[in-house]
């Protein structure tokens, strides 16, 4: 089945760097987009990134542009978040989450990876 | 950016009641291709984002038929016909018509009295 595996998460400070990774495995990566959202603990979601399946188109909240880079690797099925000049707001669960088919939406969710940006 | 609204943002239910969830956007989702991009998600708690309905009315494969949506333009509603333990969470709407940014609702938390 279609399954989504971040990793990368943890505790940095602010200004710094981190770089997620998704794993995707159970269906055709090259065929899909992909997208990162967010989630404040405690709050709702929020869209970051998306990248189509080539990966040469990349669209960005403007909460994160200049500051977080998508990228994709078709040849090994992965999905990147670069998370540069991280600051306190950016402390969530990021998932990693698969374009719905037909739908431009979001269908399935991986499991989420922890940023704690603090001093 | 299209402002996704939902309410109310707490329900109490009772088991075995109906309950239902409004989701209002400040544009149309309606597109030329004649599909309307509205989705629902479930976050149980400690649990990542499920969809349940895509393209208003649409239900995932497993989601239990109990679960529908329905609306248009740019009023939706989610409808669960008899609330069941398992259903507790907080539920999100999503468009994805008017992209980027995708945007979602503030989310609604289904809780049991």
């Known amino acids: 089945q279609v399954q989504l595996v971040e990793s990368g998460g943890g505790v940095v400070q602010p200004g710094g760097s981190l770089r997620l990774s998704c794993v995707a495995s159970?269906?055709?990566?090259?065929?899909?987009?992909m997208h990162w959202v967010r989630q404040d603990p405690g709050k709702g979601l929020e869209w970051l990134a998306f990248?189509?399946?080539?990966?040469?188109?990349?669209y960005y909240a403007e909460s994160v542009k200049g500051r977080f880079t998508i990228s994709r690797d078709n040849s090994n099925n992965m999905l990147y978040l670069q998370m540069n000049s991280l600051r306190t707001e950016d402390t969530a669960v990021y998932y990693c989450?698969?374009?719905?088919?037909?739908?431009?939406?979001?269908?399935?969710w991986g499991k989420g990876a922890t940023v704690t940006v603090s001093s | 950016d299209v402002v996704m609204t939902q309410s109310p943002l707490s329900l109490p239910v009772t088991l075995g009641q109906p309950a239902s969830i409004s989701c209002r956007s400040s544009q149309s989702l309606a597109y030329s291709d004649g599909n309307t991009y509205l989705s629902w998600f479930q976050q149980r708690p400690g649990q990542s984002p499920r969809r349940l309905i895509y393209?208003?009315?649409n239900r995932d494969s497993g989601v239990p038929d109990r679960f529908s949506g329905s609306g248009s333009g740019t009023d939706f509603t989610l409808k669960i016909s008899r609330v069941e333990a398992e259903d507790v969470g907080v539920y999100y709407c999503?468009?994805?018509?008017?992209?980027?940014?995708?945007?979602f609702g503030q989310g609604t938390k289904v809780e049991v009295k």
């Open positions: 990248i189509r399946q080539d990966g040469d188109n990349k």
């Open positions: 989450a698969k374009e719905g088919a037909a739908s431009w939406d979001v269908d399935v």
């Open positions: 999503m468009q994805s018509r008017h992209w980027p940014p995708w945007t």
């Open positions: 159970g269906f055709i990566f090259t065929g899909y987009g």
């Open positions: 393209k208003v009315s």
